[in-house]
Nanobody, 128 residues
Framework: QVQLVESGGGSVQVGGSLRLSCAASGLTFSRYAMGWFRQPPGKEREFVIGISWNGVSTRYADSVKGRFTISRDNPKNTVYLQMNSLKSEDTAVYYC?????????????????????WGQGTQVTVSS
């Protein structure tokens, strides 16, 4: 059974930084792209950023380009989300997710329906 555990959320002021981690187990991590999604209060879950199984390719939502980066450490089965220059509109619960299919990294992975495993989420609150 796949298990994803996020950590690193918290409260930060506008302009600050946070680094989220997601530890994965129960899957051959190096075969799967990984994604980060977020769900702002009262809104639907949205794609934030993704990384291919080998870390070579990444994909970003326009709203986070230039501010967020994603990386992974396959031997540690962990994916990271570095968030800089945080804005109040970044306030949300952040989720990491593993897709249904291995060795796939394309535009379909911006859709929540392409993911079969989700973490419990970690709250990020950005205040002025």
């Amino acid at each position: 059974q796949v298990q994803l555990v996020e950590s690193g959320g918290g409260s930060v002021q506008v302009g600050g930084s946070l680094r989220l981690s997601c530890a994965a187990s129960g899957l051959t991590f190096s075969r799967y792209a990984m994604g980060w999604f977020r769900q702002p209060p009262g809104k639907e879950r949205e794609f934030v950023i993704g990384i291919s199984w080998n870390g070579v390719s990444t994909r970003y939502a326009d709203s986070v380009k230039g501010r967020f980066t994603i990386s992974r450490d396959n031997p540690k089965n962990t994916v990271y989300l570095q968030m800089n220059s945080l804005k109040s509109e970044d306030t949300a619960v952040y989720y990491c997710a593993a897709p249904i299919q291995a060795f796939v990294f394309d535009d379909t992975l911006t859709n929540t329906r392409q993911y079969s495993a989700w973490g419990q989420g970690t709250q990020v609150t950005v205040s002025s």
